[in-house]
């Protein structure tokens, strides 16, 4: 086949884990993942995401070409993928968020299923002020949430149409408004939910971010490329000229201090064409990325734009349905 027409496909993952809640779908089980690194090692010619930027400027893109990439910088990846990446000889490139390194944070959005869908008690009625606007929620009989009720709903993800029980509608609506918040706007929001739970909430963190030491030790060995996913995982398009710089380049001198190496890939959170702009990738060509990865589907071809490349979202699929799906994906090459 003329590897002039050759496609790859970039795939996302987020995290490697067993969870009780993952209200956003982003975990796929240790064994779901081995099923699919055994795939991709019969099936696919893996590559590096930097092999990938230049096969694609050389032209010399070959067939069933697939990258690995992760994004948010959980610590799982390195406890619970690295190893099966380097049993099954893989490469992967992970994008960090590095505002939450080291200081024992959950990311947002995992703070917020802990403060809402894990067992507690909050007010009947939730009040919260979210951009100078109050507003309010009722929980009802849901007031109190018991391991029972977090039992009886644990599957529930944010793609369902329907939100089982009030609580399950307030993830949903803070989630939305949370995400074109400032750090430290949703740091307020969310310090004004924590105020209004009762005592004796659970304080453990499960769901932690990577620190520095570990981010050192993902990178060791060089299976694992580390990129940025910005400092404090804002929507970039929302933000001004300034602070998206500050984003962007911060992030990359941050782990560059950490790694002592060059970081050359970067990823946009969210990643939707609208999550980013025009001068956000001027910014990532400025501040000496070669690349950056969206969150949008599609696959990459010679001519891609190496500043908004797309990417397959992977989610929580046995292997059947991996193997089903990259037949799919690679049907114009010939994949069996």
Same mark, same amino acid.
């Given at each position: 086949?003329?590897?002039?027409?050759?496609?790859?496909?970039?795939?996302l993952? *987020?995290?490697?884990?067993?969870?009780?809640?993952?209200?956003?779908?982003?975990?796929?089980?240790?064994? *779901?993942?081995?099923?699919?690194?055994?795939?991709?090692r019969?099936?696919?010619?893996?590559?590096?995401?930097?092999?990938?930027?230049?096969?694609?400027?050389?032209?010399?893109l070959?067939?069933?070409?697939?990258?690995?990439?992760?994004?948010?910088?959980?610590?799982?990846?390195?406890?619970?993928?690295?190893?099966?990446?380097?049993?099954?000889?893989?490469?992967? !490139?992970?994008?960090v968020?590095?505002?939450?390194?080291?200081?024992g944070?959950?990311?947002?959005?995992?703070?917020?299923d802990?403060?809402?869908?894990?067992?507690?008690?909050?007010?009947?009625?939730v009040?919260?002020?979210?951009?100078?606007?109050?507003?309010?929620?009722?929980?009802?009989?849901?007031?109190?949430?018991?391991e029972?009720?977090?039992?009886? *709903?644990?599957?529930?993800?944010?793609?369902?149409?329907?939100?089982? !029980?009030?609580?399950?509608?307030?993830?949903?609506s803070?989630?939305?408004?949370?995400?074109s918040?400032?750090?430290?706007?949703?740091?307020?929001?969310?310090?004004?939910?924590?105020?209004?739970?009762?005592?004796?909430?659970?304080?453990?963190?499960? *769901?932690?971010a990577?620190?520095?030491? $570990?981010?050192f030790?993902?990178?060791?060995?060089g299976?694992? $490329?580390?990129?940025?996913?910005?400092?404090?995982?804002?929507?970039?398009?929302?933000l001004?000229?300034?602070?998206?710089?500050?984003?962007?380049?911060?992030?990359?001198?941050?782990?560059?201090?950490?790694?002592?190496?060059?970081v050359?890939?970067?990823?946009?959170?969210?990643?939707?064409?609208?999550?980013?702009?025009?001068?956000?990738?001027?910014?990532?060509?400025?501040?000496g990325?070669?690349?950056?990865?969206?969150?949008?589907?599609g696959?990459?071809?010679?001519?891609?734009?190496?500043y908004?490349?797309?990417?397959?979202?992977?989610r929580?699929?046995?292997? $059947?349905?991996?193997?089903?799906?990259?037949?799919?994906?690679?049907?114009?090459?010939?994949?069996?």
């Open positions: 086949m003329n590897r002039l027409a050759s496609k790859a496909v970039i795939l993952y *987020h995290r490697v884990a067993e969870s009780n809640s993952d209200p956003q779908w982003l975990c796929v089980t240790p064994k *779901h993942f081995a099923e699919h690194l055994e795939i991709l019969k099936h696919s010619y893996p590559m590096q995401l930097q092999q990938l930027v230049q096969a694609l400027q050389d032209g010399d070959p067939n069933l070409a697939v990258i690995l990439t992760f994004d948010d910088g959980y610590a799982d990846n390195l406890y619970n993928a690295k190893p099966l990446l380097l049993h099954y000889e893989l490469p992967a !490139t992970v994008f968020t590095t505002g939450y390194l080291g200081d944070r959950e990311f947002w959005w995992d703070e917020l802990r403060l809402v869908l894990q067992p507690g008690m909050l007010p009947e009625t009040h919260l002020t979210v951009k100078g606007k109050v507003h309010r929620w009722e929980l009802g009989e849901n007031t109190h949430y018991d029972d009720d977090c039992l009886r *709903h644990r599957g529930w993800n944010v793609l369902e149409q329907k939100d089982p !029980t009030p609580r399950h509608y307030l993830y949903r803070l989630f939305h408004m949370l995400c918040l400032s750090e430290k706007s949703r740091r307020k929001v969310l310090n004004e939910l924590l105020g209004q739970a009762a005592p004796g909430l659970i304080t453990c963190f499960p *769901h932690r990577l620190s520095p030491d $570990e981010v030790r993902l990178a060791e060995g299976v694992v $490329e580390v990129g940025s996913h910005t400092m404090t995982h804002p929507v970039l398009s929302v001004p000229a300034s602070t998206q710089w500050a984003e962007i380049k911060g992030s990359k001198s941050r782990l560059e201090e950490i790694l002592g190496s060059p050359t890939s970067l990823s946009y959170p969210y990643g939707s064409q609208s999550d980013y702009m025009p001068q956000t990738m001027a910014f990532v060509r400025e501040a990325y070669s690349c950056a990865c969206s969150n949008f589907p696959l990459a071809i010679r001519g891609s734009d190496h908004q490349l797309p990417r397959i979202l992977v929580d699929w046995d292997g $059947e349905e991996f193997l089903r799906r990259m037949k799919l994906w690679f049907r114009s090459q010939g994949m069996r």
